[in-house]
Protein backbone atom coordinates (compact mmCIF):
# COMPACT_ATOMS: atom_id res chain seq x y z
CA UNK A 1 0.00 0.00 0.00
CA UNK A 2 0.99 3.26 -0.15
CA UNK A 3 2.87 5.30 2.63
CA UNK A 4 3.19 8.78 2.90
CA UNK A 5 5.85 10.37 5.39
CA UNK A 6 5.43 14.01 5.96
CA UNK A 7 8.17 16.65 7.87
CA UNK A 8 8.72 18.47 9.66
CA UNK A 9 5.48 17.39 12.20
CA UNK A 10 6.14 21.30 13.39
CA UNK A 11 7.13 24.81 12.09
CA UNK A 12 7.46 28.14 13.67
CA UNK A 13 7.89 31.10 11.13
CA UNK A 14 7.44 34.69 11.57
CA UNK A 15 4.94 36.75 9.70
CA UNK A 16 5.85 37.47 6.49
CA UNK A 17 8.37 34.37 6.14
CA UNK A 18 7.91 31.55 3.84
CA UNK A 19 6.89 27.87 4.75
CA UNK A 20 8.01 24.63 3.65
CA UNK A 21 6.45 21.32 4.03
CA UNK A 22 7.80 18.33 2.50
CA UNK A 23 6.42 14.83 1.92
CA UNK A 24 7.53 11.40 0.55
CA UNK A 25 5.74 8.87 -0.52
CA UNK A 26 6.26 4.97 -1.82
CA UNK A 27 4.06 4.10 -4.23
CA UNK A 28 5.01 5.20 -7.76
CA UNK A 29 1.21 4.64 -9.35
CA UNK A 30 0.12 7.21 -7.25
CA UNK A 31 -1.08 10.34 -9.59
CA UNK A 32 -2.73 12.99 -7.66
CA UNK A 33 -1.43 14.71 -4.32
CA UNK A 34 -3.83 16.87 -2.26
CA UNK A 35 -3.07 19.55 0.22
CA UNK A 36 -5.47 20.36 2.91
CA UNK A 37 -5.76 22.33 6.30
CA UNK A 38 -6.94 22.25 9.42
CA UNK A 39 -7.85 24.90 11.79
CA UNK A 40 -8.16 24.10 15.20
CA UNK A 41 -11.42 22.56 15.70
CA UNK A 42 -12.67 22.70 12.36
CA UNK A 43 -12.16 19.96 9.62
CA UNK A 44 -9.95 19.78 6.80
CA UNK A 45 -10.21 21.93 3.89
CA UNK A 46 -8.59 21.29 0.49
CA UNK A 47 -6.18 24.29 -0.39
CA UNK A 48 -4.64 23.52 -3.28
CA UNK A 49 -3.78 20.07 -5.52
CA UNK A 50 -1.31 18.88 -7.83
CA UNK A 51 -1.60 15.89 -10.37
CA UNK A 52 1.36 13.90 -11.82
CA UNK A 53 1.41 15.56 -15.20
CA UNK A 54 2.36 18.95 -13.40
CA UNK A 55 5.28 19.95 -12.00
CA UNK A 56 4.40 23.01 -10.38
CA UNK A 57 0.87 25.00 -9.08
CA UNK A 58 0.52 28.12 -7.69
CA UNK A 59 -2.94 29.70 -5.80
CA UNK A 60 -1.88 33.33 -4.89
CA UNK A 61 0.62 32.82 -1.73
CA UNK A 62 0.46 28.67 -2.18
CA UNK A 63 2.37 26.69 -4.74
CA UNK A 64 3.07 23.23 -4.90
CA UNK A 65 5.71 21.22 -6.25
CA UNK A 66 6.12 17.32 -7.35
CA UNK A 67 9.03 15.44 -8.43
CA UNK A 68 7.79 12.04 -9.47
CA UNK A 69 10.78 11.03 -10.25
CA UNK A 70 11.89 11.02 -6.39
CA UNK A 71 8.47 10.63 -5.27
CA UNK A 72 8.27 14.02 -3.17
CA UNK A 73 5.92 16.85 -3.30
CA UNK A 74 6.10 20.26 -1.21
CA UNK A 75 3.75 23.26 -0.16
CA UNK A 76 5.24 26.41 -0.45
CA UNK A 77 3.68 29.40 1.41
CA UNK A 78 5.10 32.59 1.05
CA UNK A 79 4.08 35.88 2.74
CA UNK A 80 3.23 33.51 5.90
CA UNK A 81 0.44 35.41 8.05
CA UNK A 82 -1.30 34.39 11.38
CA UNK A 83 -4.18 33.12 9.58
CA UNK A 84 -2.47 30.63 8.25
CA UNK A 85 -1.95 28.67 11.29
CA UNK A 86 -2.75 25.87 11.40
CA UNK A 87 -2.46 21.70 10.44
CA UNK A 88 -1.39 21.10 6.74
CA UNK A 89 -2.15 17.39 5.88
CA UNK A 90 -0.59 16.01 2.31
CA UNK A 91 -1.54 13.37 0.87
CA UNK A 92 -1.32 11.19 -2.07
CA UNK A 93 -4.03 9.13 -3.93
CA UNK A 94 -3.80 5.26 -5.31
CA UNK A 95 -6.06 4.00 -8.09
CA UNK A 96 -6.30 0.37 -7.25
CA UNK A 97 -7.27 -2.37 -10.03
CA UNK A 98 -10.87 -2.28 -8.91
CA UNK A 99 -10.38 1.64 -10.35
CA UNK A 100 -11.71 2.65 -6.92
CA UNK A 101 -9.00 5.42 -5.32
CA UNK A 102 -8.41 5.71 -1.66
CA UNK A 103 -5.98 8.93 -0.06
CA UNK A 104 -2.99 7.71 2.01
CA UNK A 105 -2.58 11.18 4.71
CA UNK A 106 0.65 12.53 6.33
CA UNK A 107 0.83 13.13 9.92
CA UNK A 108 0.40 16.77 9.53
CA UNK A 109 2.34 19.55 10.00
CA UNK A 110 1.29 22.25 12.74
CA UNK A 111 2.17 25.45 11.42
CA UNK A 112 2.67 28.59 14.05
CA UNK A 113 2.93 32.01 11.92
CA UNK A 114 3.85 34.20 15.01
CA UNK A 115 2.96 37.93 14.15
CA UNK B 1 -24.02 22.73 -2.38
CA UNK B 2 -24.58 22.24 1.42
CA UNK B 3 -21.26 19.88 1.64
CA UNK B 4 -20.96 16.59 3.78
CA UNK B 5 -23.65 16.48 6.78
CA UNK B 6 -22.49 15.10 9.84
CA UNK B 7 -24.68 15.05 13.04
CA UNK B 8 -23.98 14.93 15.61
CA UNK B 9 -21.36 17.73 16.28
CA UNK B 10 -20.64 16.62 19.74
CA UNK B 11 -21.30 13.09 21.67
CA UNK B 12 -20.43 12.41 25.54
CA UNK B 13 -21.57 8.95 26.64
CA UNK B 14 -20.63 6.29 29.11
CA UNK B 15 -18.87 3.42 28.22
CA UNK B 16 -20.66 0.36 27.13
CA UNK B 17 -23.30 2.71 25.70
CA UNK B 18 -24.01 2.58 21.88
CA UNK B 19 -22.85 5.41 20.06
CA UNK B 20 -24.42 5.99 16.06
CA UNK B 21 -22.34 8.47 14.03
CA UNK B 22 -24.28 9.56 10.70
CA UNK B 23 -23.35 11.58 7.60
CA UNK B 24 -24.98 12.59 4.36
CA UNK B 25 -22.54 12.87 1.63
CA UNK B 26 -22.27 15.69 -1.20
CA UNK B 27 -25.13 14.95 -3.79
CA UNK B 28 -23.42 13.04 -6.89
CA UNK B 29 -20.14 11.84 -4.81
CA UNK B 30 -20.55 8.31 -4.52
CA UNK B 31 -17.38 7.56 -2.65
CA UNK B 32 -17.88 7.68 1.24
CA UNK B 33 -14.96 7.79 3.66
CA UNK B 34 -15.03 7.75 7.70
CA UNK B 35 -11.99 8.67 9.33
CA UNK B 36 -10.90 8.70 12.79
CA UNK B 37 -8.22 11.50 14.42
CA UNK B 38 -6.59 11.56 17.46
CA UNK B 39 -3.51 13.31 18.47
CA UNK B 40 -1.42 10.28 19.05
CA UNK B 41 -2.58 8.41 15.77
CA UNK B 42 -3.24 11.60 13.46
CA UNK B 43 -5.74 10.86 10.79
CA UNK B 44 -7.11 7.13 10.20
CA UNK B 45 -9.18 5.41 7.50
CA UNK B 46 -11.50 3.49 9.03
CA UNK B 47 -14.06 2.05 5.80
CA UNK B 48 -14.82 3.05 2.42
CA UNK B 49 -18.08 2.73 0.10
CA UNK B 50 -18.02 2.88 -3.38
CA UNK B 51 -21.74 3.32 -4.67
CA UNK B 52 -22.26 2.30 -1.27
CA UNK B 53 -20.77 -1.04 -0.87
CA UNK B 54 -18.19 -0.98 1.51
CA UNK B 55 -14.52 -1.53 -0.28
CA UNK B 56 -12.09 -1.59 2.27
CA UNK B 57 -12.55 -2.35 6.32
CA UNK B 58 -9.60 -3.05 7.14
CA UNK B 59 -9.28 -0.10 9.63
CA UNK B 60 -11.90 -0.73 11.42
CA UNK B 61 -10.10 -1.65 14.79
CA UNK B 62 -12.45 -4.17 16.44
CA UNK B 63 -16.03 -5.68 15.74
CA UNK B 64 -17.59 -3.31 18.15
CA UNK B 65 -17.29 -0.91 15.06
CA UNK B 66 -19.68 -1.61 12.06
CA UNK B 67 -20.28 1.08 9.12
CA UNK B 68 -23.61 0.89 7.10
CA UNK B 69 -24.33 2.53 3.82
CA UNK B 70 -28.03 2.03 3.03
CA UNK B 71 -28.29 4.21 -0.10
CA UNK B 72 -26.39 7.09 -1.39
CA UNK B 73 -27.41 10.07 0.75
CA UNK B 74 -26.68 8.45 4.31
CA UNK B 75 -24.41 6.29 6.10
CA UNK B 76 -24.03 5.59 10.00
CA UNK B 77 -20.96 4.82 11.97
CA UNK B 78 -22.01 2.46 14.87
CA UNK B 79 -19.83 1.48 18.06
CA UNK B 80 -20.96 -1.06 20.33
CA UNK B 81 -20.50 -1.17 23.09
CA UNK B 82 -18.46 1.83 23.64
CA UNK B 83 -14.98 2.04 25.39
CA UNK B 84 -13.15 5.42 26.08
CA UNK B 85 -10.52 4.47 24.03
CA UNK B 86 -12.78 5.35 21.38
CA UNK B 87 -13.33 8.77 22.05
CA UNK B 88 -11.97 11.19 19.43
CA UNK B 89 -13.19 13.36 16.16
CA UNK B 90 -14.59 10.63 13.43
CA UNK B 91 -15.08 12.78 9.83
CA UNK B 92 -16.80 11.60 6.98
CA UNK B 93 -16.27 12.60 3.45
CA UNK B 94 -17.14 12.35 0.03
CA UNK B 95 -15.74 12.17 -3.57
CA UNK B 96 -16.59 11.55 -7.08
CA UNK B 97 -16.25 7.94 -7.76
CA UNK B 98 -14.02 9.06 -11.08
CA UNK B 99 -9.88 8.84 -9.68
CA UNK B 100 -7.83 12.05 -9.19
CA UNK B 101 -10.55 13.82 -7.25
CA UNK B 102 -10.89 15.60 -3.56
CA UNK B 103 -12.00 14.15 -0.62
CA UNK B 104 -14.76 16.68 0.66
CA UNK B 105 -14.68 16.61 4.77
CA UNK B 106 -18.07 17.65 6.73
CA UNK B 107 -17.11 19.10 10.26
CA UNK B 108 -17.02 15.70 12.50
CA UNK B 109 -18.19 14.78 15.46
CA UNK B 110 -16.36 15.10 18.84
CA UNK B 111 -17.25 11.80 20.25
CA UNK B 112 -16.50 11.67 24.08
CA UNK B 113 -16.95 8.04 26.01
CA UNK B 114 -16.49 8.92 29.84
Known amino acids: GENVEQHPSTLSVQEGDSAVIKCTYS??????FPWYKQELGKRPQLIID?????GEKKDQRIAVTLNKTAKHFSLHITETQPEDSAVYFC??????????????FGKGTMLLVSP | DAGVIQSPRHEVTEMGQEVTLRCKPISGHNSLFWYRQTMMRGLELLIY????????DSGMPEDRFSAKMPNASFSTLKIQPSEPRDSAVYFC????????????FGDGTRLSIL
Open chain 1, 27 to 32: DSASNY
Open chain 2, 49 to 56: FNNNVPID
Open chain 1, 50 to 54: IRSNV
Open chain 1, 91 to 104: AADLIMNSGYSTLT
Open chain 2, 93 to 104: ASSSIQGHQPQH
